[in-house]
């Protein structure tokens, strides 16, 4: 069974440009969560989608957005990039949400720099 | 809100020797998901093991096992007859129920088995 996958592996922009992640979730997944793992933060809570809306969102400003397709796959925009942004961005997917709570399981990672 | 301290921010330990990881959260929920997840220089997240809170019995898998005491909110993670795959940072993160199902992560500690 294929894991969950990221693209693009790395992502290099400049200031001010906009970045876009991308996610599949594990077959059978419908929830898909992004996480932050920037240096000296550890891991913080982006946003978390499930059946194509948005149900939770961390304390990140709204030029961080996404949304969820219906094959459940997510993308990750990040609009006006700041240095600060630079970090492993990390995708992770769950079975169900809201009935219990399952595992996450994590992707990869997509790192991405801001020039 | 919830928090999560790994008060270890490195260890190491000799191949085949017993490590324990120590992790305490704050909460005021009586229903949640505890997990340890290890992140190795792949960058890669993988869950190691889980603990629901409504169960007693510590949770086990193969050299990985928890020591999980509610009261205290404490939960340690023992990693047995350690191997050099085992290097890696390892995070402890805590999950609510119902409907609020974003992680909340430690710091991590670094975890190197020396040879």
């Known amino acids: 069974e294929a894991g969950v996958t990221q693209s693009p592996t790395h992502l290099i922009k400049t200031r001010g440009q906009q970045a876009t992640l991308r996610c599949s979730p594990i077959?059978?997944?419908?929830?898909v969560y992004w996480y932050q793992q920037a240096l000296g933060l550890g891991l913080q809570f982006l946003l978390w989608?499930?059946?194509?809306?948005?149900?939770n969102r961390g304390n990140f400003p709204p030029r961080f957005s996404g949304r969820q397709f219906p094959n459940y796959s997510s993308e990750l925009n990040v609009n006006a990039l700041e240095l600060e942004d630079s970090a492993l961005y990390l995708c992770?997917?769950?079975?169900?949400?809201?009935?219990?709570?399952?595992?996450?399981?994590f992707g990869p990672g997509t790192r991405l720099t801001v020039l | 809100a919830q928090t999560v301290t790994q008060s270890q921010p490195e260890m190491s330990v000799q191949e085949a020797e017993t490590v324990t990881l120590s992790c305490t959260y704050d909460?005021?929920?009586?229903?949640?998901?505890l997990f340890w997840y290890k992140q190795p220089p792949s960058r890669q997240m993988i869950l190691v093991i889980r603990?629901?809170?409504?169960?007693?019995q510590n949770a086990t898998e193969n050299r990985f096992s928890v020591n999980f005491q509610k009261a205290a909110k404490s939960f340690s993670l023992k990693i047995s007859d350690s191997q050099l795959g085992d290097t890696a940072m390892y995070f402890c993160?805590?999950?609510?129920?119902?409907?609020?199902?974003?992680?909340?992560f430690g710091t991590g500690t670094r975890l190197t088995i020396i040879p």
């Open positions: 992770a997917s769950s079975v169900l949400a809201g009935v219990g709570t399952d595992t996450q399981y």
């Open positions: 909460t005021s929920e009586n229903n949640y998901y």
């Open positions: 603990q629901e809170a409504y169960k007693q």
């Open positions: 077959s059978g997944h419908t929830s």
């Open positions: 993160a805590f999950m609510t129920n119902f409907g609020n199902e974003k992680l909340t």
């Open positions: 989608y499930d059946e194509g809306e948005e149900r």
